[in-house]
């Protein structure tokens, strides 16, 4: 069977950037992991995932990929005719894997990772199957969004030993903490109202269509408590506002993210007569253009 088309298989565009080729590759790697998706099928998607974005995170390889195709890889074609280097094979739990590398790695970037099994440790707790360094005990523990966002003391079990873990403010889904000779694997649980990009939040708040041609002020939730925001008169649907430094606080250093705010405009389904008589009259009004 043909190999897959390898921006196809990340689910970006042939013009797509570095950042969102990176995003794309960690958003499936979590996705079809197999110690997480349990479908038979994540095994082979899981490999084909990794294979796009080892090629594609590569500038060269990439060049080399969107001039030729994948026969720039075949044995004998040019500089990766001959394999990306050194090979290892061997088994990860379910499923086997090839790990080819070029001595030096030649630079080659793994989603974020310094290898591309890192990720079993960062967000699964499993052992790089390289065993280049001794790995730590992985306990996992789950919190709410707003532990997460704020920080939180958690009393654990570990071996039968009940123990205090001090979560820092501003973990994320997948953040690991060190806790004496053993390492805690955070889950975070979804909040109703809040979405997180990174350090970022995201909102959606709902308007009238009177109150986005006119403009209004509207008071918004944010982590930190309620805002005053003003909607500027003629904000169009899935306008997005940003609210500086309004988002969480980074885990290290200083510095936090911002909140930013979707512009929904709800449209009624039920009218008065007058209401309806208004709105063909605001219809039949051609609208000017320019200053005057």
């Known amino acids: ?136 005990p992985v306990y996992s523990i789950e919190i709410d969004f707003m532990e997460a966002v704020k920080g939180v003391t958690k009393r654990i079990s570990i071996e039968g030993k009940n123990q205090t873990v001090k979560i820092p403010a501003g973990v994320d889904n997948g953040s690991r903490v060190r806790f004496g000779n053993y390492d805690v694997l955070i889950e975070v649980l979804p909040h109703s109202k809040f979405r997180r990009e990174g350090y970022d939040i995201v909102t959606d708040e709902e308007i009238t269509f009177p109150q986005a041609a006119l403009g209004t002020e509207i008071n918004v939730e944010t982590i930190e408590g309620n805002v005053k925001l003003r909607i500027p008169a003629g904000t169009q649907p899935n306008t997005v506002i940003r609210l500086s430094k309004k988002g969480v606080s980074h885990v290290r250093g200083s510095g936090r993210g911002d909140h930013y705010v979707r512009i929904k405009v709800t449209v009624p389904k039920n009218l008065s007569g007058k209401q309806k008589d208004l709105l063909r009259e605001f219809g039949d009004t051609p609208l000017k253009k320019g200053w005057f």
């Open 1 to 136: 069977m043909a190999d897959k088309d390898y921006y196809q298989v990340l689910g970006v565009t042939k013009g797509a950037s570095d950042a969102e080729i990176k995003k794309a590759y960690r958003k499936l790697a979590l996705e079809y992991h197999p110690d997480r998706n349990k479908d038979k099928q994540a095994h082979e998607k899981f490999k084909e995932i990794n294979k796009a974005y080892e090629v594609l995170s590569d500038p060269q390889k990439k060049q080399a990929y969107d001039q030729f195709g994948h026969a720039a890889f075949e044995q004998g074609a040019g500089p990766f005719g001959q394999g990306f280097g050194g090979a290892q094979s061997g088994r990860y739990g379910p499923f086997t894997y090839t790990y080819t590398t070029s001595g030096n790695m030649g630079g080659f970037d793994f989603g974020g990772f310094s290898d591309p099994f890192e990720i079993f440790e960062q967000f699964f707790g499993g052992a790089n199957p390289f065993g280049r360094a001794q790995r730590r």
